[in-house]
């Protein structure tokens, strides 16, 4: 009786001839399917790219980037984020896409992959999150703040106070530009240092951060998907609003000085350690990494060519970074252009309108030698006049800074929403602008959060069963800390404790975070082998210089960069903040409390704890474990082992392993030269390599737990070992005996 196969065999040549019709429909069937799927490829990718470049282009290059450049001085810190972001950001991010890629796991279970021993720095990625999260929110607030003023016209930054108390002295308002004052005073209401009024909470903001987790809640809970012509538009529209604001700032008094002061590079200063570590510091906060949420996403994403999208991407955020801050270096030159006389004289001018208009009375007029005074001489005019009338010249005075100001004027984390402010402001029908910008600047701060939510609560998920069958429950704990957490940043000095995080705490716990990450993959797990095993996977070699620069260049620059932070952070003496002081309108720098650096040392060490206590427990488990008779389990249930065992192996893998099983009249000798092998192992001092080779059997090594261990004398990194295969202190013959039966059960399968 002839079999299927060459039934089939014989009747499909008849089929061919006889009809050709359907095989043309089939052709046309397989092309459609075809170009569906590399049109779903294309489109995958398009989002995956789209989804690292709105990250990438969020409050790290609005909001973060322009204040830490003028902080350093402008062209120096371009320059050396510009070296930074080249030879740390686009390898490191382009070796989290490949993890993501080919693991196919989240931050957590990646690790526990690759290195059990430190699975820690998965939990330590999500507690990195859950930092970067809470101080995140307080800028989403100050951005949904000025959002909520955006409808009243005229912009009340755009105008002084207006004073009630007609016996007020206080002029401090006039000292400074409104949209300074208004940032302080009407958004913040700060107090005059970090440890003044901690416990007050600022009503406006309170409201406003419990609204920011409640809609993140809301969203998480629903499921909110974002398609993919939303994507694009949240993309795009900040560029369109920013270039908006690029080519009217052009025309500003003052705008080519401070661009040519933006790109002004001092060598000297590149001896500050500050530059060094907020430079770094900033390229890993920019791009998330060290977050997990570049695993998280890479692994969902279409297509292969991550150097083209790490390179794409790290050049989208340098661009973002520099258009949005030569708008704010453009603002800045026109604040201090027009301080001082030239705003005495402007006040003048404005003066007089109004008297002529019939809105001021007579006795308003200011003498006619003022603009020949100094101009804290005009100031004491003002105060001069009466009750009423004050009041009213105070609220009708232009926003500029009757005090002369200088290029280092305003410093603090609220430049760029002061700088923006006062950009709406020239723009006719403001309002309108105003309200697209800062809801522009709110939908972006959201998705970054959110992402941020999804790096924490999709690994724990994973990780945790009581989370992974209600995952409702994981959602509710994160939200309801996250505004817990951020009340303290709602405070009267709320913002120099968000400064503080921004500065010290989250920079810090990144660079510890990546230097693991780093170590782990290049050093313990091997870039070599890591090579090898991806071009088995994705079927192409990764990109050429990667192992080189893991290796060699991003591991020492990481832990030259974390010798800064430790160096300075244990000093003190150079690490201060911005604090404003009331009476005098003006920003004045504090150090920092004694109290507050003890903080950022317990949460860095918190963020870092993970991967200790990991560690202890896998050497716990390990203890407590008592191996058994290796060669009575290997009679008794060999048959079951095996097939259970090779039944997990992938099956691109199944056809090498039959190969390898088909002749069975030379296993014996097989099995005594594993054997001997193994018995050699201690003697010739084999490591990981030579091990492997013999006890994975040909399978790949990221399908099996990979376990290193020391004990009898003998190292073993990569041995195909159970969990509670081997105990620490056991002796070399038991270890022998378990490495043996192992061996033979996974090298040689029925």
């Keep these: 009786m002839e079999s299927l196969e060459e039934i089939s065999e014989e009747e499909s040549p008849k089929e061919r001839h006889t009809s050709s019709t359907p095989s043309w429909k089939l052709t046309a069937k397989e092309i459609l399917a075809t170009k569906t799927q590399n049109y779903f490829a294309q489109t995958k990718r398009a989002e995956n790219i789209l989804i690292q470049v709105a990250f990438s282009i969020g409050l790290s290059s609005i909001w973060r980037f322009p204040y830490l450049c003028h902080l350093n001085g402008g062209g120096n810190f371009i320059l050396m984020y510009f070296f930074m972001l080249l030879f740390f950001g686009v390898p490191l991010m382009y070796m989290e896409m490949i993890m993501g890629k080919c693991l196919r796991m989240d931050s957590i279970q990646v690790w526990k992959q690759l290195v059990p021993w430190l699975g820690g720095i998965g939990y330590a990625s999500v507690l990195v999150c859950v930092l970067v999260s809470l101080y995140n929110s307080i800028i989403i607030t100050w951005s949904l703040s000025y959002l909520s003023n955006s409808f009243s016209y005229p912009l009340p930054w755009d105008e002084r106070p207006l004073v009630r108390n007609i016996n007020v002295t206080d002029l401090s308002c006039l000292q400074t530009v409104a949209q300074q004052y208004f940032w302080y005073h009407t958004t913040l209401n700060a107090s005059n240092h970090m440890g003044e009024e901690v416990e007050t909470l600022v009503l406006n903001l309170t409201l406003g951060i419990f609204t920011v987790w409640f809609l993140l809640f809301l969203i998480m809970m629903v499921g909110l998907k974002i398609s993919m012509q939303m994507l694009i538009f949240s993309v795009f529209l900040p560029y369109v609003i920013l270039l908006c604001f690029l080519i009217r700032g052009l025309f500003l008094e003052g705008a080519t000085t401070s661009l040519r002061h933006m790109v002004t590079t001092e060598f000297s200063a590149w001896a500050s350690l500050d530059l060094w570590r907020q ?145 709406v402001s020239l723009f006719p029908g403001s309002s309108f602008w105003a309200i697209l910008f800062f809801m522009a600047l709110l939908i972006i701060g959201l998705s970054n959060l959110m992402r941020l939510l999804e790096g924490i609560v999709f690994p724990l998920q994973n990780s945790i069963s009581v989370f992974r069958n209600y995952p409702r429950i994981l959602t509710a704990i994160v939200c309801l800390g996250g505004f817990l957490g ?24 990144l660079v510890i975070t990546v230097v693991f990450q780093n170590l782990a993959l290049a050093w313990i797990y091997g870039a070599g082998r890591f090579r090898e095993e991806m071009f088995s996977e994705m079927g192409r070699p990764l990109w050429p210089f990667s192992s080189f620069l893991w290796c060699y260049v991003t591991l020492p620059g990481l832990l030259a960069l974390l010798i800064i932070c430790f160096m300075q952070l244990f000093q003190g003496t150079h690490l201060y903040y911005t604090a404003w002081n009331a009476s ?29 206590v990991h ?136």
């Excluded at 390179?311 to 708008?327: K, M, P």
């Excluded at 005495?344 to 003498?367: F, H, R, T, W």
């Excluded at 940043?489 to 920079?507: E, H, K, N, Q, W």
């Excluded at 202890?616 to 389990?633: M, N």
Aim: hydrophobic share 40%.
């Design 486 to 509: 951020s009340l303290i940043f709602t405070s009267r000095a709320g913002s120099y404790i968000m400064y503080l995080f921004d500065d010290l705490v989250v920079p810090l716990s």
């Design 615 to 750: 560690l202890l427990h896998q050497w716990w488990s390990l203890q407590e474990y008592i191996a058994p008779d290796p060669f009575e389990k290997l009679m008794s249930k060999k048959t079951p082992m095996v097939s259970s065992m090779s039944s997990q192996r992938p099956k691109h893998h199944s056809m090498k392993s039959q190969e390898r099983t088909s002749n069975a009249s030379t296993r014996g000798l097989k099995v005594a030269s594993v054997l001997g092998e193994i018995g050699d192992l201690g003697e010739r001092g084999v490591g990981a390599s030579g091990l492997s080779a013999v006890g994975c059997g040909g399978r790949r090594v990221l399908a099996r737990t990979v376990l290193p261990c020391v004990c009898g004398g003998m190292s073993f990194v990569n041995c195909d070992l159970n969990d509670h295969d081997i105990g620490l202190g056991k002796s070399r013959e038991e270890l022998q005996q378990v490495v043996s039966a192992k061996t033979v059960l996974q090298a040689f399968p029925i």
């Design 584 to 612: 005098g309108s003006k920003e004045v720098k504090h150090l920092y409390p004694r109290n507050s650096l003890g903080w950022v040392i317990f949460l860095s060490v918190l963020t870092f704890l993970p991967v200790p």
């Design 279 to 423: 430079a770094g510091g900033h390229v890993l906060y920019s791009l998330g990494l060290g977050m997990g949420t570049i695993i998280l996403f890479s692994y969902k994403a279409g297509g292969d060519n991550y150097a083209q999208v790490a390179s794409l991407v790290t050049l989208i955020n340098l661009g973002t970074s520099l258009l949005t801050t030569s708008i704010i270096f453009i603002v800045l030159g026109f604040w201090t252009t027009t301080s001082g006389h030239a705003c005495v004289k402007q006040s003048v001018s404005k003066l007089m309108q109004l008297i002529d208009e019939g809105v001021l009375p007579q006795n308003a007029k200011p003498p006619k030698d003022i603009l020949l005074l100094p101009t804290l001489d005009y100031i004491k005019w003002i105060n001069s006049l009466p009750g009423r009338l004050r009041q009213q010249v105070i609220h009708l005075s232009p926003s500029c800074s009757i005090k002369v100001q200088k290029e280092m004027f305003m410093q603090g984390p609220g430049l760029a929403l002061a700088a923006f402010s006062q950009v």
